[in-house]
């Protein structure tokens, strides 16, 4: 039995992994191991599916598999979102290290990295845990496939959300479409065990010499301006969360978003965080899970309107203006600074998300898809699940959608939300000098969504 380090230098069997002479039977206790595969769960405190390997009674080697699958989809090479995970990796190595043990991280297929994996290693089990984007099932099914035909076992855990799948249902079976009884249920079925901890044992990861997990350039990456620091809940913000939440200026949201995408902080931690001290903040993480498991349960709302009698909108999609909005160029300040925020940082404040969605979608009647497209590109804390329920929230053909006839007007938005314009002058400091003209009028622009909007139901 051998062990692969990486060396640094991209070259080898993993590519940038170099091969070791080392026999782990040293070790009189060692017959087989189990793997553990981090994937939306980049953290060693409360991870069942790490605690459930941990005490599988083999020892535990613990991986990441840079896929290749998503990261060629990337054009941005200085991407916040690589950097972020690889510094989460980072951390989750350096504490490993200190255990004795360390982070085995592998670049290319999912499929084809275990095929290496289990030629070199005497496997017993693979175990992770699940996540519900129509993709991801996908790819864990084949490997699921691959393992069993090998004679090894693939174990996944609940970790991503409090209740999965089938858990929150109507009395009937069915699945909720609509939130307020999905919250409802959501809140009633709640029990302490839903919420406890699981508990790490380090003493199970398998002994390895201190070695250094891929280099950004060795996957083809580079570093960006992110700097990832552990997460941590806010007793003051989130106590004041329903006060201050939709006021941009103030930033005064828990900028969890990005932890929560990765699993670099505990759904568990923060739902218990949240009944102590918000009632507001809980509601925000159950509209995460609705959208979660509406993804699951309906898979083709990835690409497709969930009322399918929207599909019939006859959208506008003039690619002047959608460029003109992508570069925060419309002439609404408000929604030219969120546009210029996302840009610039790669996050943009939850009510102005709204503002710049419905704009796009109902003023200049562009199809969502393009939005959510743009936002998958530029959101350090994108979500497929949460990113798409809230676009076609916002442009009334989802599940729960605002209605198609409310139009955000981002004047009135403005002016109750960021009425001394401290957030538009942060954003967009030149809006009362260059007077760039708006794209579209108002009054206008409402009346022709409107307009629209009907036709396309009329004929539905």
Not at 368 to 389: H, M, T, V
Not at 416 to 421: G, I, W
Not at 423 to 436: I, M, T
């Amino acid at each position: 039995m051998n062990v692969w380090f990486q060396d640094g230098y991209g070259q080898g069997k993993y590519s940038g992994w170099r091969y070791i002479e080392r026999s782990l039977y040293k070790f009189n206790y060692v017959k087989k191991l189990s793997i553990f595969w981090f994937r939306r769960d980049l953290r060693l405190e409360d991870n069942p599916g790490l605690h459930q390997a941990l005490r599988s009674g083999a020892l535990v080697l613990p991986i990441f598999i840079f896929d290749t699958d998503i990261l060629n989809k990337l054009k941005e090479k200085a991407d916040r979102r690589v950097d972020y995970i690889h510094q989460a990796l980072e951390a989750i190595n350096s504490k490993l290290q200190q255990h004795g043990s360390a982070l085995g991280t592998y670049f290319g297929k999912p499929l084809a990295i275990f095929k290496e994996i289990c030629s070199e290693y005497d496997v017993e089990a693979v175990y992770c845990n699940r996540d519900y984007e129509p993709d991801a099932i996908r790819r864990d099914l084949e490997i699921q496939n691959w393992l069993h035909s090998q004679g090894i076992g693939f174990h996944d855990y609940k970790d991503h959300v409090i209740f999965e799948k089938s858990e929150i249902v109507k009395n009937n079976g069915m699945p909720y479409t609509v939130y307020t009884p999905y919250s409802k249920k959501w809140k009633s079925s709640l029990s302490p065990s839903d919420y406890q901890p699981y508990r790490i044992d380090f003493q199970h990861f398998i002994p390895l010499e201190r070695s250094e997990i891929h280099t950004l350039r060795s996957i083809g990456f580079e570093k960006t301006d992110i700097k990832f620091e552990k997460p941590e809940l806010s007793e003051a913000i989130i106590r004041s969360y329903d006060k201050y939440r939709d006021f941009p200026a103030l930033d005064l949201t828990t900028h969890l978003s990005v932890a929560l995408r990765f699993g670099t902080v505990s759904i568990r931690k923060c739902v218990s965080f949240a009944l102590k001290h918000n009632e507001t903040w809980l509601s925000e993480l159950i509209w995460r899970e609705f959208f979660t498991q509406i993804l699951f349960h309906f898979p083709q709302v990835g690409n497709n309107c969930f009322r399918k009698e929207y599909e019939d909108i006859a959208w506008r999609n003039n690619e002047q203006e959608f460029e003109s909005w992508c570069k925060g160029n419309t002439g609404y300040p408000i929604v030219d600074a969120g546009m210029r925020q996302l840009n610039e940082t790669g996050f943009m404040h939850n009510r102005v998300r709204m503002i710049v969605a419905s704009f796009l979608t109902k003023h200049l009647l562009i199809d969502w898809r393009w939005g959510e497209a743009y936002f998958a590109q530029k959101l350090i804390d994108y979500d497929l699940a949460s990113n798409n329920g809230n676009w076609q929230w916002a442009a009334g053909c989802g599940c729960d959608a605002v209605p198609y006839f409310r139009v955000f007007n981002p004047s009135l938005q403005t002016e109750k939300f960021d009425r001394e314009l401290k957030y538009v002058r942060r954003w967009n400091p030149d809006f009362e000098k260059k007077l760039v003209p708006p794209i579209v009028k108002h009054e206008e622009a409402r009346e022709r969504a409107l307009r629209v909007y009907k036709e396309a139901l009329k004929n539905s």
